[in-house]
């Protein structure tokens, strides 16, 4: 089976990662394995300066792993400072979960939930002058009262049981 | 080509850690690609709490990754809290360097190079009552001068650039 891949996007500051927190618990709460991906564009820091791993790193290791019983973590410098696309990824490191949640990647034509609170941006990213038409769902602090507005469900930006319900009929049975 | 595998051991406090960053650097400078592998025990904490792919970690995600265009950080929780031995986390995070060097990993068979220091102790771990055939190296800050008593190479702790020649001699030529 192809594993479903689903994108929270939002603008900025629109409360992605807590959405999809709150999503992970209750896919983790009904029995998946679940993935998830974060794109960052900038330089994240994930180790702590000083740590042995940290050392390794900066040493110019290429690709860098802790193993312990419980997890294990890794630092991997892309060759060529080339980034892998999500595909890529999906294949290299989440071969075993049953859904994977992306956190932006709004350019890929992954099929997407959009995040929206009024206060941030009266706006969806995704309905703009070009529609996307990778949005499924919205989930919104505002919206669920004008539904017939949409060209898509929209659920409470709260509402993580309803949404997990609409992935799993979408994606997981 | 099989993928070379070195351990770096030593009894805690001797310097492992040390030797492997002059090591992966003088790798490095010659041209290798370079991985590395670190056993923790413990509970370790690679991420810093608080942040977003923190929070992710925390939600549950059995698999965390972050992609930056620079390199990708991946937490990853065992399924039913078994470690993947050395074999397994090489074919599935290291088939693009030339060379793995684990820090730790006593009990593998993968070839070894003993750390020594003489004020942490003045035996050697791999020369006790049972002789590891697994090791292929010293590398102290005392034992130079006697290497005719041990049945391996003896290097100064400090001169990465020899050990790196045994090393390429052995197993990158």
């Not at 390794?56 to 892309?78: E, F, H, Y």
């Not at 706006?123 to 919206?143: N, W």
Request: hydrophobic share 40%; glycine share 6%.
């Amino acid at each position: 089976m192809k594993l479903p891949v689903v994108s929270i996007v939002a603008k900025s500051g629109t409360g992605k990662t807590t959405l999809l927190e709150k999503l992970i618990r209750e896919l983790k709460r009904r029995g998946y394995r679940v993935g998830t991906l974060k794109h960052d564009a900038h330089q994240f820091d994930i180790d702590r300066e000083g740590k042995d791993s940290w050392r390794l790193t900066q040493a110019g290791a290429d690709t860098m792993l802790i193993s312990s019983p419980a997890k294990v973590a890794m630092v991997r410098q892309n060759p060529e400072g080339r980034e892998p696309d999500v595909e890529e990824l999906a294949s290299a490191y989440f071969h075993d979960v049953d859904i994977l949640l992306t956190e932006g990647f709004k350019k890929s034509g992954f099929p997407k939930i959009e995040v929206h609170r009024q206060a941030r941006s009266p706006e969806l990213m995704c309905r703009g002058k070009e529609k996307d038409p990778a949005l499924i769902a919205v989930a919104s602090d505002t919206l669920t009262d004008k539904k017939t507005e949409l060209d898509v469900p929209v659920f409470d930006i709260n509402a993580a049981s309803e949404i997990c319900d609409f992935i799993e009929a979408e994606f997981l049975s």
